[in-house]
C-alpha cells in the first residue's frame, strides 16, 4: 500500500484497527425482517430488476426471494444502475447484507452490501471488520472491504509464525491478559464479542503501560542522576519581602506549595515540578517568592511566558513587589529592541548583574548565557515538553564546556512549570508523568465565584446596558472575538465592526482595541491604557488569553463564544473575578446551537471548577485534540486507549510499570529482556528518552 495512505508496513496493517464489527455469524428469513433490525443478512436470489420515479426520485428495486418470503433491494444512485444490473444477475445466488427499512409498508434494504454466496463462508465470517477510510484512501480505491482483503490475507501468511510476546508472563498471568498475538488477530477477527473484549482490553493496557513505562523509566533514571543545586536557606530578601513587601498574607495553599519547592530546592536533586492553580489562585507571588530562595542562595531565576503582552506584565508586577529590594530585574522579549539595548540585558546577564530575568522564548536563544541561573519558571505553558525543558538545563552554570550532553555533565537549574489550564489526573500521567505536582486549590480569601451568563447575539440591548451598569460603577469590560488562523480575515472584521459598533452604542466612554497583527508596540501601549484605567472597555482576540491581570475588570463579554473550546472560555474568564467585587462573564452566541455546544455553554454557567471543566473538555474532545500533545511528551502514538474513558486501566499500567522498575532496577532480568527491547523499539521512533539535550 502507498504511504500516503499511512500504512506502509505489514506492522501497519497490523495495527490499523477496525473501528467496529458487525455480526455476520447469523442467517435471517426474510419474513422473520422487522424495520427495527438493526442489520441482518440474508442468502437468496434475485428474481427482478425494476426501475421507478423520475429526475432524483430515480431508484433501482431488485425483488429478492429466499424461498421463505420476497424483500426488496433498492437503489438510488441512477449512474450505478446498469453496473448492478450486470454485477446481480438474477438467478445466482447472493449473501445480501443491509439494514432493513420500511417503505410503503413493504420492508426493504437500501445499498445492500452484496457478495456471491459461494465466496463467502459464513460460518468462518462470525464479526466481520469494518475499518475507517480516509478520502484519500477511497480515491485510491481502497474501501473497507479491500483493507479486510489485505488483513484476512495477513493473517492467513502469519499462521504459525510466532509474534514475540511484549509483557513479561507473570504480569500476563496476573492481568488473564491474552497474549499479544492473539490479541492483534481477534481486533480484527474475534470468534465472539467477548474475545474482542479481551483483545482490546489486552491492547489498551499495552498502549498505556509502555506509555508510563518510558516515562517513569526516564524520571527514575534522572532522580539517580542528576544532581540539583542545593538552595540551602532563606536568607534577607526572602524575609524582608515576606515582612514588608507583601501587601497581603499568603494562603494556605500558597504557603504548602513553597515549602514543597523549598524541600525539592534543598535536597541536591534537581527540581521538576508541575504547580497548578485555577485562574487568579496566585501563582505568580509564588513563583516570586521561590525566585527569591534562589536569589538569596546567591543564583540567578528566569521566569517565562508565552507572549509578550504576559512577560510585560509580570516585569510590571514583578518590579512592583519588589520595590525597595536589591534586586535587579529585566525584561527580553522579542519586542526589546536596539542592539545597545540588548547587549546591555546579555551582559548584565553573563556578570550575574542581573538577577531576574522575565521574558518570552526569547531566553531560549543560544547567546542567553547566565552567569549562575540557578531556577527557570515557565507560565501557562504546560505544553513545554521533555525535550524542551531539557534545553533550559544547558543554560545551567556547570554547563559550559561540557559536551557530552549525559546527566553527569550537567548541574541543571530548577524547573517549576505553572499552569492554569487543569490537567485531568489521568492525562497529567501519561503526559507529564515525570513532573512532581503541586496544587493550589485554594482561592485568596474575598473572591466571589464568578457569574455566568448566556445570551443570544439577538439582544445585544440588555447586553450593553449590563455593561454600562457595571461601568457606571467604575469597573471595565473586557469584549473578547475568536480568532482562528483559517478565517483570519473575516475574525479581524468581526472585531473590527464589533469595535465599531460599541463606539457607537457608548460615545462617551474609550474603548481599547488589542490583536495580534497589531505591532508590540501599539499592543502594548493600548493594552496599557486599559491596564491603567483610562479606557473602559477593551476588544480584544485570545491574545489576552492567558495571564493578564487587571482586577478592576469585572465584565468578561465573550462573542461567538460557540467557537471556543472550554478549556479556552474557562481561561477567559479567569480574566475577571480578581477583585472583590462581583464579576460576570457573558456568553454570547448565535441562535442555532448544536447539542454538544448547547452542553458547553451550560457546563460554564453550571460551575467554575476549572477540574470539573477539564474533565469535561476531555470527555468531548478526547485527549488527541488537545494542541500539541505530539510535542508535551505523549511519547507513543495511541491507537485505541483513550486517557479520557480509560484513566483507570492508566492507573493501573502506572502501578505495573512502578512495580517493574522496582524489582528490575538494573534492566536485566530475563524475563523482561523482549520488554526492555520492545521499550527501545518504540522509543526510537519516538522520543529518546535516553538523550536529553
Ligand atoms: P494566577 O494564579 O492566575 O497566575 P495571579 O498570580 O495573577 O494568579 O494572582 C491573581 C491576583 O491575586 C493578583 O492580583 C495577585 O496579586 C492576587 N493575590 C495573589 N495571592 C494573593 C493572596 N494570598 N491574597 C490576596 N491576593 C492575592
Ligand atoms: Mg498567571
Given at each position: 500500500m502507498e504511504s500516503e495512505l499511512g500504512i506502509t508496513t505489514f506492522r501497519g496493517l497490523l495495527y490499523y484497527f477496525p473501528y467496529k464489527h458487525i455480526d455476520r455469524s447469523r442467517l435471517y428469513h426474510i419474513h422473520e425482517l422487522t424495520a427495527d433490525m438493526p442489520f441482518v443478512q440474508i442468502k437468496g436470489e434475485i428474481l427482478s430488476f425494476e426501475e421507478e420515479g423520475v429526475g432524483r426520485k430515480r431508484r433501482l428495486i431488485a425483488h429478492f426471494t429466499d424461498g421463505?418470503?420476497?424483500?426488496?433491494?433498492?437503489?438510488?444512485?441512477?449512474?450505478t444502475f446498469k453496473w448492478i444490473k450486470r454485477s446481480y444477475p438474477a438467478g445466482k445466488q447472493f449473501i445480501v447484507f443491509g439494514r432493513p427499512t420500511l417503505f410503503n409498508g413493504r420492508i426493504n434494504i437500501a445499498h445492500p452490501d452484496i457478495d456471491p454466496a459461494d465466496e463467502l463462508q459464513l460460518g468462518a465470517m462470525g464479526l466481520q471488520p469494518y475499518y475507517n477510510t480516509t478520502e484519500k484512501m477511497k480515491r485510491g480505491g481502497l474501501n473497507s472491504r479491500s483493507?479486510?482483503?489485505?488483513?484476512?490475507?495477513?493473517?492467513?501468511?502469519?499462521?504459525?509464525?510466532?509474534?514475540?510476546?511484549?509483557?513479561?508472563?507473570?504480569i500476563i498471568d496476573r492481568l488473564l491478559l491474552v497474549p499479544l498475538a492473539q490479541s492483534l488477530h481477534d481486533l480484527h477477527y474475534p470468534a465472539t464479542a467477548d474475545a474482542l473484549r479481551r483483545a482490546t482490553y489486552r491492547q489498551k493496557f499495552e498502549e498505556l503501560f509502555f506509555i508510563q513505562l518510558g516515562i517513569l523509566r526516564y524520571a527514575r533514571q534522572r532522580q539517580q542522576q542528576v544532581f540539583g543545586h542545593v538552595f540551602?536557606?532563606?536568607?534577607?530578601?526572602?524575609?524582608?519581602?515576606?515582612?514588608?513587601?507583601?501587601?497581603?498574607?499568603?494562603?494556605?495553599?500558597?504557603?504548602?506549595?513553597?515549602?514543597?519547592?523549598?524541600h525539592d530546592m534543598g535536597s541536591g536533586k534537581q527540581m521538576n515540578r508541575l504547580l497548578q492553580g485555577d485562574v487568579g489562585s496566585g501563582k505568580t507571588l509564588v513563583a516570586l517568592m521561590t525566585m527569591l530562595i534562589a536569589l538569596d542562595n546567591d543564583y540567578q531565576a528566569c521566569l517565562m511566558a508565552p507572549t509578550e503582552i504576559l512577560?510585560?506584565?509580570?516585569?510590571?508586577?514583578?518590579?512592583?513587589?519588589?520595590?525597595?529590594?536589591?534586586?535587579?530585574?529585566?525584561?527580553?522579549?522579542?519586542?526589546?529592541?536596539?542592539?545597545?539595548?540588548?547587549?546591555?540585558?546579555?551582559?548584565?546577564?553573563?556578570?550575574?548583574?542581573?538577577?531576574?530575568?522575565?521574558?518570552?522564548?526569547?531566553?531560549?536563544?543560544d547567546n542567553v548565557a547566565f552567569h549562575r541561573l540557578g531556577l527557570v519558571v515557565i507560565d501557562e505553558q504546560h505544553r513545554f515538553g521533555v525535550a524542551q525543558r531539557a534545553r533550559l538545563w544547558k543554560k545551567g552554570p556547570q554547563a559550559q564546556g561540557a559536551q557530552t550532553g549525559t546527566f553527569a555533565d550537567i548541574t541543571p537549574p530548577h524547573v517549576l512549570v505553572m499552569t492554569a489550564t487543569p490537567i485531568p489526573r489521568t492525562l497529567a500521567m501519561t503526559l507529564y508523568g515525570d513532573l512532581d505536582v503541586s496544587i493550589i486549590d485554594?482561592?485568596?480569601?474575598?473572591?466571589?465565584?464568578?457569574?455566568t451568563r448566556h445570551f443570544w447575539q439577538e439582544r445585544s440591548e440588555s447586553l450593553y446596558?449590563?455593561?454600562?451598569?457595571?461601568?457606571?460603577?467604575?469597573?471595565?469590560?473586557?469584549?473578547?472575538?475568536?480568532?482562528?488562523?483559517?478565517?483570519?480575515?473575516?475574525?479581524l472584521q468581526d472585531l473590527e465592526n464589533g469595535y465599531q459598533e460599541l463606539c457607537h452604542v457608548f460615545p462617551d466612554l474609550t474603548i481599547s482595541k488589542v490583536h495580534g497583527k497589531m505591532k508590540s508596540a501599539e499592543k502594548d501601549a493600548e493594552m496599557e491604557r486599559f491596564v491603567s484605567g483610562e479606557t473602559q472597555i477593551l476588544v480584544a482576540t485570545t491574545v489576552i488569553e492567558v495571564g493578564v491581570n487587571v482586577p478592576n475588570a469585572s465584565v468578561m463579554?465573550?462573542?461567538?463564544?460557540?467557537?471556543?473550546?472550554?478549556?479556552?472560555?474557562?481561561?477567559?474568564?479567569?480574566?475577571?473575578?480578581?477583585?472583590?467585587e462581583q464579576s460576570y462573564c457573558i456568553l454570547v452566541t448565535k441562535y442555532n446551537l448544536s447539542q454538544e455546544t448547547k452542553q458547553r455553554i451550560q457546563i460554564m454557567c453550571d460551575t467554575t471548577d476549572g477540574f470539573?471543566?477539564?474533565?469535561?473538555d476531555l470527555r468531548f474532545r478526547g485527549p488527541g485534540d488537545l494542541e500539541g500533545t505530539q510535542q508535551s511528551g505523549m511519547a507513543f502514538d495511541l491507537h485505541i486507549a483513550n486517557v479520557a474513558r480509560d484513566g483507570q486501566l492508566v492507573q493501573l499500567a502506572r502501578d505495573i510499570a512502578n512495580e517493574i522498575l522496582d524489582n528490575d532496577p538494573g534492566q536485566n532480568l530475563p524475563e523482561n529482556a523482549q520488554m526492555w527491547r520492545h521499550l527501545k523499539e518504540l522509543a526510537r521512533d519516538n522520543v529518546d528518552w535516553s538523550n536529553i539535550s
Open positions: 421463505h418470503g420476497v424483500t426488496d433491494l433498492v437503489w438510488f444512485q441512477a449512474t483493507i479486510e482483503r489485505f488483513t484476512r490475507t495477513l493473517f492467513e501468511r502469519l499462521q504459525g509464525e510466532v509474534m514475540p510476546e511484549t509483557l513479561p508472563q507473570s540551602s536557606h532563606v536568607g534577607n530578601l526572602f524575609n524582608t519581602f515576606y515582612q514588608h513587601n507583601l501587601p497581603f498574607s499568603l494562603t494556605e495553599a500558597q504557603k504548602r506549595v513553597i515549602r514543597e519547592m523549598r512577560a510585560e506584565q509580570h516585569y510590571a508586577t514583578f518590579c512592583e513587589f519588589l520595590n525597595g529590594l536589591p534586586v535587579k530585574v529585566a525584561l527580553l522579549t522579542g519586542a526589546v529592541k536596539g542592539k545597545k539595548k540588548r547587549t546591555a540585558i546579555l551582559d548584565g546577564l553573563s556578570s550575574g548583574d542581573i538577577q531576574i530575568l522575565i521574558g518570552t522564548h526569547a531566553v531560549l536563544e485554594e482561592l485568596p480569601p474575598g473572591r466571589k465565584p464568578i457569574e446596558r449590563g455593561m454600562r451598569a457595571e461601568i457606571a460603577k467604575g469597573r471595565q469590560v473586557y469584549v473578547v472575538y475568536p480568532l482562528i488562523q483559517e478565517s483570519e480575515k473575516m475574525d463579554v465573550i462573542m461567538n463564544a460557540e467557537r471556543f473550546g472550554l478549556a479556552q472560555l474557562h481561561q477567559l474568564r479567569g480574566r475577571v473575578g480578581r477583585g472583590a470539573e471543566i477539564a474533565e469535561a
